[in-house]
């Protein structure tokens, strides 16, 4: 079981625009034709920000459309916030605040065996590295820069290092990258 920052950003660092757009990573590939089919059989529970949550909210019909249904997951999902948030009907999601470690057990018990996805943002991931917690980062990156946005990963690691394990090309847009968290 592996706690896991699963993401796209853009050459020059930004998961989404400083509106939280993610329009620019759609014409860049086939989400079939990357390791997210694999990766996301294995995932039990998933944690994401109150803004990832309130982009799934503002482009239901997008999701809708290419998954049938306002909510794309079938694992549990904690969505951090220190607001209230509407609910999405018929989604397994349990709003938190606070501490990531606290949520941690509870999120790895559910999983059941299987992996914890941090799907976004960048600070909560950040927050689940600061924590001891995150085991390996996984960033496509893609062939366009954004020039401002919401960074990938606002932290600075320096010691101990990310150790690379893999990267691969997917097509002529995007490059895979993954990265173990060394701890210690």
């Known amino acids: 079981m592996k706690t896991q920052y699963y993401t796209a950003t853009s050459l020059d660092g930004f998961i989404a625009t400083e509106d939280h757009s993610l329009e620019w990573l759609f014409p860049l590939g086939d989400l079939n034709d990357s390791s997210y089919p694999a990766f996301i059989a294995d995932v039990g529970a998933l944690a994401m920000g109150s803004g990832t949550y309130e982009w799934m909210l503002r482009n239901a019909e997008q999701v809708i459309a290419e998954v049938g249904s306002p909510w794309p997951y079938s694992q549990p999902a904690w969505v951090f916030s220190s607001r209230d948030l509407p609910v999405i009907e018929g989604a397994d999601i349990r709003f938190v605040r606070g501490d990531v470690a606290k949520v941690h057990a509870e999120m790895t018990a559910a999983a059941g065996g299987k992996n914890l996805w941090i799907v976004g943002g960048g600070d909560l991931a950040g927050q689940f ?41 997917m097509g002529s847009g995007m490059a895979e990258l993954r990265y173990e968290v060394v701890k210690g």
């Not at 820069?145 to 101990?160: A, E, I, M, N, Y």
């Open 129 to 169: 590295h600061d924590a001891g917690l995150l085991d390996e980062i996984i960033v496509q990156i893609g062939s366009v820069t954004l020039g401002k946005g919401k960074p990938l990963f606002p932290r600075r690691v320096l010691s101990p290092a990310l150790r690379l394990t893999s990267a691969r090309q």
